[in-house]
């Protein structure tokens, strides 16, 4: 009897060790087959992310003339009789055109801007000064009308009178560039007479200083679409 009890003992010893050396057979066959990082937060690749695009360089208030403008009043060469010198300035200030004279019968025509109801004047002027990316300081009377306007502004592209100035005697005139192209063809300022940044700064290359500046007036009304003088 105490023989078969101590065979039963050794037979159970024998699975009990069996079952353990399968169990950690089994638990080494499974290390080796997928290792468990330690730190599987450091082993994860970065992630793939779309390269950041270069950001454009805002556009130069000089090209403002992109902006669509009606055929009349882009730049151009067109037929133009006047007794006037080659170099000439001539402003037809009804047809919002300022013409550049270049004899033969002919003119670089500009679509402009003109003085709003009341701000229109007339008369023979000379260039006295140029000036590139001016700035401004706004005259007296202006800052007595608009007391919220700046005393001085410096300048650049955020400035009304844009990339190019053209001064006119001794007066408070000025043929000079805008930030707001969509003005040109209208009766807008305080007197000045205002031209694309593009078209200004062509203007400005062809003026010399004592430049003859005529400002026809107002009420002299003529249909000019075709650049001739009526």
Known sequence: MTDFINR????RSAVALSAMAIGTLALTGSAAAT???????FMMPPA???????MQSPQSD???AVIEQPARFRRQIVSYASREAPG????DTPNTYLYYVLGGGQAIRYGIGVGRDGFTWS????????AEWPAWTPPAEMIARQPYLPRHMAGGPGNPLG????YLGGTIY??????????IGTQVSSGCIRLTNQDVSDLYSRVNMGTRVIVLPMDRRTDNVSGKRG
């Open 8 to 11: 039963k003992i050794l037979h």
């Open 35 to 41: 290792p468990l990082p330690l730190f599987p937060f």
């Open 48 to 54: 793939q992310q779309s390269p950041v695009p270069l």
């Open 62 to 64: 000089e090209d403002n």
């Open 88 to 91: 000439t300035i001539i402003i």
């Open 123 to 130: 008369g023979v002027q000379t260039v006295t000064r140029k």
């Open 163 to 166: 990339a190019r100035a053209i």
């Open 174 to 183: 000025r043929i000079h560039g805008t930030n707001m192209p969509e003005t």
